[in-house]
């Protein structure tokens, strides 16, 4: 059964550092979401990005934070300069839709800023 | 805003018996409802969609209802098993660009 893939499983940075985490989505699927899951809280939505754009972002996802989809396979979270309240499981998605369809997710990235 | 409202204590149940769990939303007239499970440390893996002219669906032991006036939906799992203990996730969507809006989760735990 395909999957969502995400690298590395664990990220451990310093304060003010630059990380990418990456996901490869299902291989037909159109749609590629971004969440994070602070330790013990709800699974926050971040972005969501179709047609190699943002269709929509929250309020956590500030001008720190980008996407990327630099090939065909690959999506990418970038967090220029992170902070210790980005120490977070994130959480790659992909659908095939964005409505009526099923959220396909990976197994996440957990970030520890120190 | 946009709020929703799982019960946050977990739910202890005996095996074999059913497990309801509640989902309370405000703000938002969502056309579908998704549930979801996770497992510590695992990501959340669908499990049932209910649209808002669906009263109810079902998918084996699993059954979701969906009203729209109480503005609430109630997940049960019948003849529930020890492996059915994990944290269950409620979320509306937003039929345009897809986003999730999630709960804060159920914990349930079957004992044998």
């Known amino acids: 059964e395909p999957e969502v893939t995400q690298t590395p499983s664990h990220q451990v940075t310093q304060m003010g550092q630059e990380v990418i985490l990456r996901c490869v989505p299902i291989s037909n699927h159109l749609y590629f979401y971004w969440y994070r899951q602070i330790l013990g809280q709800k699974v926050e939505f971040l972005v969501s990005f179709y047609n190699n754009e943002i269709s929509e972002k929250s309020e956590i996802f500030d001008d720190q934070f980008s996407v990327e989809r630099p090939d065909g396979s690959n999506f990418t979270l970038k967090i220029r300069s992170t902070k210790l309240e980005d120490s977070a499981m994130y959480f790659c998605?992909?659908?095939?839709?964005?409505?009526?369809?099923?959220?396909?997710f990976g197994p996440g990235t957990r970030l520890l800023v120190l | 805003s946009q709020k929703i409202e799982q019960n946050s204590e977990a739910l202890n149940i005996q095996e074999g018996k059913t497990a309801t769990l509640t989902c309370n939303y405000t703000?938002?007239?969502?056309?579908?409802l998704q549930w979801y499970r996770q497992d510590p440390g695992r990501g959340p893996v669908f499990l049932l969609l209910?649209?808002?002219?669906?009263k109810e669906k079902r998918k084996e032991r699993l059954k979701v209802t969906f009203d729209t006036t109480l503005k609430q939906s109630l997940f049960h799992i019948t003849a529930s098993q020890p492996a059915d203990s994990a944290t269950y996730l409620c979320?509306?969507?937003?039929?345009?660009?897809?986003?999730?809006?999630f709960g804060q989760g159920t914990t349930l735990q079957v004992k044998p």
């Open positions: 209910i649209r808002e002219n669906e």
């Open positions: 979320a509306l969507v937003n039929s345009n660009t897809g986003k999730l809006i």
């Open positions: 998605a992909s659908s095939g839709a964005a409505n009526q369809e099923t959220q396909y």
């Open positions: 703000n938002y007239s969502p056309a579908y």
